[in-house]
Every structure is written in structure tokens, then in C-alpha cells.
């Protein structure tokens, strides 16, 4: 449930599993409740590819657009922030939040408690925006629709 | 030829996250007041941290990238709490 797969650990060393092509590995620092630590410096982000079939879509210079959803004790509700990686300084960019069809555009850079989630699922999708409403060009900048299970 | 692209997303936890923590979990945030959006069924509110965590840092110690199992080991400098 994330831009790839989430995994949480609690050791300063992991084991990853990774795929065949390129696989963006985005560490950080997160609280208990698994927002993630609001300081640049707490982020690792690298590109670690396997075989031959790169992407030029992964460039240290393109703008991405990261996003770490994670439940809250109770389930109905979830936090969400962002990781933006190369966003223009000065540009306006924002993520569109679609929850169920119903739309948020928030900025990038808060975190945020997501709140209704009743026990089904539900469709999220999380875009990375410009300032005249298109979504910015590059791999991680459309989740697409996103099925959520709350138990 | 499709070119193949995965993302990994790994939380390291500063903070120990025993069981449930609700409380634990409600002192490190604050919903900022006024700042909720409400859409359908939805509300999204905006959360504010409770402290700055202005020193804290990742930083790798070592990347172990091994392509026959397809595997990669990361280690940090940073000492994690334990559950």
C-alpha cells in the first residue's frame, strides 16, 4: 500500500527483496504512529537495479513524489505525508488525494490524518500536481487507483 | 521491451511501537484546528508534529547488493529502539 511495497522495521539493518529492472529504495525515519520524521537528513533514497532492463524514468534529477500511508490504532483512520524529491523551488505543486472519488488537494509538504475509513474497501489514488492542475511527468507521480482494505 | 520499475518503501521506527498505542501514537501528533477538509464520507485533517526532531538523521553505513538472489541489505549508523 504505498508508491511500491512498504515494509516497517524497527532494526538498523533490513533485508529487502528486489526485482528484476530498477527498484527505488526509499528509507526514513518514522514515529511510532509511522508518520515519517519531517527532516530531510532522516531520508535514504537510491536506485538499485538488477539485470539490464533500466529505466530512464528514474533519474537523481526527476521530480518524484512519495507517499507513506499507514493505519492508526483504531483502523478507521490513516496517516499520510510525502516525500518530494526535485520539486521546482517557488512551483506550486500539491497532491491530489482521491478517496472514493472524492477529491483533496493538499500541500506537500504537512502530514495528514485521513479520517472515515469504514470497514470495506476503498480506492485511494495520490497524484503529484502542478500549479495548472496536470499531473507531473514521471514513474512515481500516479499511484493509480490504490485498493484499501480496513478490517 | 518493457523496462520493469519497483519501489520499496522502508519505515524505520525511531520510536519503539509496542501493541496498540493509541495514546502513545496521539502525543506525537496534534490535528491542527480549522485545517480539516471534508469530502463525502472523508475528512482529512492536518496533522502538526509535537517536536521538531531538528537531529535526526539516516545515514547509510553500508549497501550489500547481492543480484544472484536478488536481495540487498541495508545497514544504518543510527542505533533503532527495539520493540
Do not use: W
Request: a negative charge; aromatic letters at 8%; charged letters at 20%.
Amino acid at each position: 500500500m504505498n508508491n511500491g511495497r512498504l515494509k516497517q522495521s524497527r532494526s538498523s539493518e533490513l533485508k529487502v527483496e528486489l526485482l528484476e529492472g530498477n527498484n527505488v529504495v526509499l528509507a526514513f525515519l518514522a514515529l511510532s504512529n509511522g508518520l515519517r520524521i519531517p527532516n530531510p537528513r532522516a531520508v535514504y533514497l537510491e536506485n538499485y537495479s538488477i539485470g539490464l532492463n533500466e529505466s530512464s524514468e528514474v533519474t537523481k534529477t526527476g521530480v518524484h513524489l512519495f507517499h507513506n500511508l499507514s493505519n492508526t490504532a483504531d483502523s478507521a483512520a490513516f496517516y499520510l505525508d510525502f516525500y518530494a524529491e526535485n520539486v521546482p523551488e517557488g512551483s506550486n505543486y500539491f497532491a491530489r488525494v482521491i478517496a472514493d472519488g472524492n477529491t483533496f488537494n493538499v500541500p506537500l509538504d504537512k502530514a495528514y490524518k485521513l479520517n472515515g475509513m469504514t470497514k470495506e474497501y476503498h480506492n485511494l489514488r495520490i497524484q503529484l500536481v502542478d500549479g495548472a492542475g496536470a499531473v507531473v511527468n514521471g514513474p512515481f507521480n500516479d499511484t493509480g487507483v490504490i485498493s484499501v482494505e480496513v478490517e | 521491451m518493457k523496462l520493469l520499475l519497483s519501489s520499496v518503501i522502508v519505515a524505520l521506527f525511531l520510536f519503539s511501537c509496542s501493541g496498540s498505542s493509541s495514546n502513545e501514537e496521539e502525543l506525537r501528533v496534534d490535528l491542527v484546528e480549522g485545517i480539516i477538509q471534508t469530502k463525502g464520507p472523508f475528512q482529512l485533517a492536518q496533522v502538526k508534529y509535537k517536536e521538531q526532531y531538528e537531529l535526526a538523521q539516516l545515514t547509510l553505513k553500508d549497501a550489500q547488493l547481492n543480484e544472484d538472489d536478488q536481495t540487498l541489505i541495508l545497514r544504518f549508523n543510527e542505533e533503532l529502539p527495539e520493540a
